[in-house]
């Protein structure tokens, strides 16, 4: 059965309108798209969202929408998708003034999603794949597990959160074919931004 969670009203024009670069941050999980943002939040000023984080927030803010998310995130699975976009929206235009630019991370998880996302804002600038095989990621988050306190930590959930990944995010990298840059990190994350580093100045 199809969960129902309630959808927010907001008026998103002036969004569209400063039309600030977008990029698609994707990778599995663990492949290290928050620790990769924080870095290209420091040397670029670009807002970095991550889609896991507003949803982990909306949960501990105790909202009826909040509620409504708890299963299907203990469960591995995909929040149906307004939902998310309606998240997004909201944070983006909070941070609207103070912004060069947005990293959206861990979004879009399946194609439906990038094309609502770029439909209802705007076209995005860049994507970028971190890829890195399942052993590796799933050793860093059995690893992240045991600080982190969230509750997809875990092996069970971490198997089933990779299964989602191959389903269907992968097409999303495929979808979006040369504006996409496929960069391994396996390596130091230094090593790593370097070659962010070089992506992103392929956008100025
Ligand atoms: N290049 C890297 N090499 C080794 N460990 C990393 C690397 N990037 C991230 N990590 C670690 O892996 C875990 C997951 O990284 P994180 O950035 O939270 O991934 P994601 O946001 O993609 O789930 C964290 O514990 C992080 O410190
Ligand atoms: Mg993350």
New binding site residues.
């Given amino acids: 059965m199809a969960p129902t969670v309630a959808r927010s009203t907001i008026d998103i024009t002036p969004l569209r309108q400063a039309n600030l670069p977008i990029i698609f941050i994707l ?1 599995g ?7 990769q943002c924080a870095k290209i939040v420091e040397k670029y000023g670009y807002t970095h969202l991550s889609s896991g984080d507003l949803l982990r927030d909306e949960v501990a803010s105790g909202s009826e929408r909040g509620k409504q998310l708890t299963d299907i995130m203990q469960r591995g699975e995909l929040v149906p998708l307004d939902v998310v976009l309606d998240l997004l929206k909201e944070a983006m235009l909070s941070k609207l003034t103070s912004s060069k630019g947005f990293l959206i ?1 861990g979004y879009p998880r399946e194609v439906a999603q990038g094309i609502q996302f770029e439909t209802e804002i705007n076209p995005c600038a860049l994507v970028i794949y971190f890829q890195v095989s399942d052993d590796v990621m799933t050793a ?2 059995m ?2 597990g045991l600080t982190s306190g969230r509750v997809d930590d875990n092996e069970e959930t971490i198997r089933k959160r990779l299964d989602t990944f191959h389903k269907h995010s992968l097409p999303v990298v495929e979808h979006y074919g040369t504006k996409c840059r496929t960069i391994s ?5 230094d090593e ?1 931004f370097q070659k962010v580093s070089e992506a992103l100045e392929t956008l100025s």
């Fill in positions: 990778g999980p663990g492949s290290g798209k928050g620790t991370d860093r988050l690893n992240r990190a396996e390596a130091h994350p790593v």
